[in-house]
């Protein structure tokens, strides 16, 4: 349930770490990777529920689950802080107002 914008890896994963969960997330213009671990992951991961766009690449070293969308968030103004979200986002439930960039 956040808003990742903007960083080399919107999300972060370490090498070996297990039971990670991304759900319900707007992941969008990672320079690098939307979400990304640094190597094989030791155990489950469940990234579902959320929508990627603009990042160079969506994921490495995890997958995405099949509830993935893809719609650009129409954000009112990312650059000035301001993750007011579009429809195309509200419509599918990722209706979240405000995120961290």
Same mark, same amino acid.
């Given at each position: 349930?956040? #808003?990742?914008? /903007?960083?080399? @890896?919107?999300?972060? +994963? !370490?090498?070996?770490?297990? /039971? +990670? &969960?991304?759900?319900?997330?707007? +992941? @969008?213009?990672? #320079?690098?990777?939307?979400?990304?671990?640094? !190597?094989?992951?030791?155990?489950?991961? =469940?990234? *579902?529920?959320?929508?990627?766009? /603009?990042?160079? &690449? *969506? $994921?490495?070293? $995890?997958?995405?689950?099949?509830? &993935? #969308?893809?719609? =650009?968030?129409?954000?009112? =103004?990312?650059?000035?802080?301001?993750?007011?979200? /579009?429809?195309? $986002?509200?419509?599918? !439930?990722?209706?979240?107002?405000?995120?961290?960039?």
């Amino acid at each position: 349930n956040c #808003t990742a914008y /903007g960083c080399a @890896d919107n999300v972060s +994963i !370490g090498s070996g770490r297990c /039971g +990670i &969960t991304v759900r319900n997330c707007l +992941i @969008d213009s990672a #320079t690098d990777d939307g979400i990304g671990a640094g !190597g094989a992951i030791a155990g489950p991961a =469940d990234i *579902d529920y959320n929508n990627f766009n /603009g990042n160079s &690449t *969506d $994921v490495e070293n $995890v997958s995405k689950g099949a509830n &993935t #969308t893809s719609d =650009d968030p129409g954000f009112t =103004d990312a650059a000035g802080g301001n993750f007011t979200t /579009g429809a195309a $986002v509200q419509d599918n !439930g990722l209706g979240i107002i405000y995120g961290v960039s």
